[in-house]
Every structure is written in structure tokens, then in C-alpha cells.
């Protein structure tokens, strides 16, 4: 039961256009989104996160949105640079549930920016 | 600051084997989470520790077993080793005080198991 889906295993985009990943999830309890990237031989790290009450977040070239009735999010880079290239996760968590802390992730979208 | 370290960082079993996986969380972070990232796949929850006991569990069976110390440090324990049991192990520490849940992973260890 994948609750977490990224349906596009792979991206490929030149420098300085716009990279859009996709991540939908079937469980209406999940309240909190978060996108991590991950480099080979390196854990995943926090990219940028969006709360439930809110349909987009913005942090410099990083934008993530959330449309909730079709629980759905992107996430938008740009402009997109070759040190962008990585494993993209999304995940989601249920903050208001008992089992606090289980992320639950996507199966991830590796991203290609050349230059 | 110091961030998230495991040990050891690649590892060759056999199968039936018992295998321990160790994590020292980062500063300041009281809750530590392991997860399983298959080849191909996401992250998968195992469990999660805080003040030393377990806090949530994900399916996994009980031949996954955890700890967590005084200093927040934590093992990973997988007995009676399966091929499939082959995966990335994740730590990841946290603190409930911390913004955006504060996840700091490790890089985890390589568990191949022949």
C-alpha cells in the first residue's frame, strides 16, 4: 500500500529552466509535506517543507505547492542549476497522529539539470 | 553542531546471521528514527525511539528490535537475517521542539546480506 507516490522515476532538465516534480498521496490524514534530496553515499537532507493549511511555500529558488482536494504536490526549482541533481523524496507525516516521527516516503524521482 | 554519524558504513552478512547497526544522533536531538531504503524505493519507517523507549512502529517484524542510550545514541538490531533484509539503513535524529520536525539523517549503512 504505497501512500506516497512519485510516479516519475526520472527527470532530465537543462540549466536554468524549471524542474517540477510530482508527489501524490492517498491518506487524507497526512497534514504536513516535506521534500528531501538526497546525493549518492549521503543520507537525505531537508529541502523544504508545507503545512496542510497552506497551498504554497517559497524558499529562494524552491517552491513547493499543495492542492489538497487532489492530494497533490510539486515541487518547483528554478532556475535549475547541475548541483541540483539528486534523488528528490517527498514525504508526509500525520503531525496531529500517536506515531510521531514515521516519515512516510515517496519512491523518489532522481532529477538531471545539464548544463 | 554535530550531525548524524552510523557505523558501520557498509556491511556483508549471512544469511541466519544477527547484524548491529550503531547511530549517535545529533546535538541537542532526543528522538531517533530508523528506516529501510531498498534499492529503487523510498525510505521505509521501522521505529522510532524516544527517552529510551519505542515510540511508533512500522511493519516490520520483531526480529528488528532497537535500543536507544542516556546520550540519545542508538543500535539497530536485525537477528535470524534474510536475503532481503539487503538495504540502506537509515538513522535519523530529531527534537519535538524543532521546526519543520528537524529530521537529520545519517548516511547510513549498507547491509548486504549473501
Known amino acids: 500500500d504505497q501512500q506516497v507516490k512519485q510516479n516519475s522515476p526520472s527527470l532530465s532538465v537543462q540549466e536554468g529552466r524549471i524542474s517540477i516534480l510530482n508527489c501524490d498521496y492517498t491518506?487524507?490524514?497526512?497534514?504536513?509535506f516535506l521534500w528531501y534530496k538526497k546525493y549518492p553515499a549521503e543520507g537525505p537532507t531537508f529541502l523544504i517543507s508545507?503545512?496542510?493549511?497552506?497551498d504554497k511555500n517559497e524558499d529562494g529558488r524552491f517552491t513547493v505547492f499543495l492542492n489538497k482536494s487532489a492530494k497533490h504536490l510539486s515541487l518547483h526549482i528554478v532556475p535549475s542549476q547541475p548541483g541540483d541533481s539528486a534523488v528528490y523524496f517527498c514525504?508526509?507525516?500525520?503531525?496531529?497522529?500517536?506515531?510521531?516521527?514515521?516519515?512516510?516516503f515517496g519512491q523518489g524521482t532522481i532529477l538531471t539539470v545539464h548544463p | 553542531e554535530t550531525g548524524v554519524t552510523q557505523s558501520p558504513t557498509h556491511l556483508i552478512k549471512t544469511r541466519g546471521q544477527q547484524v548491529t547497526l550503531r547511530c549517535s544522533s545529533q546535538?541537542?536531538?532526543?528522538?531517533v528514527s530508523w528506516y529501510q531504503q531498498a534499492l529503487g524505493q523510498g525510505p521505509q519507517f521501522i521505529f522510532q525511539?524516544?527517552?529510551?523507549?519505542?515510540?511508533g512502529r512500522g511493519n516490520f517484524p520483531p526480529r528488528f528490535s532497537g535500543l536507544q542510550f542516556p546520550n540519545y545514541s542508538s543500535e539497530l538490531n536485525v537477528n535470524a537475517l534474510e536475503l532481503d533484509d539487503s538495504a540502506l539503513y537509515l538513522c535519523?535524529?530529531?527534537?519535538?521542539?524543532?521546526?519543520?520536525?528537524?529530521?537529520?539523517f545519517g548516511s547510513g549503512t549498507r547491509l548486504t546480506v549473501v
Open positions: 546535538s541537542g536531538h532526543n528522538t
Open positions: 525511539y524516544y527517552r529510551e523507549e519505542e515510540n
Open positions: 535519523a535524529s530529531s527534537s519535538k521542539t524543532a521546526a519543520n520536525y528537524g529530521y537529520t
Open positions: 491518506n487524507s490524514m497526512f497534514d504536513y
Open positions: 514525504a508526509a507525516i500525520n503531525a496531529g497522529g500517536t506515531s510521531y516521527g514515521k516519515l512516510t
Open positions: 508545507i503545512s496542510s493549511i497552506k
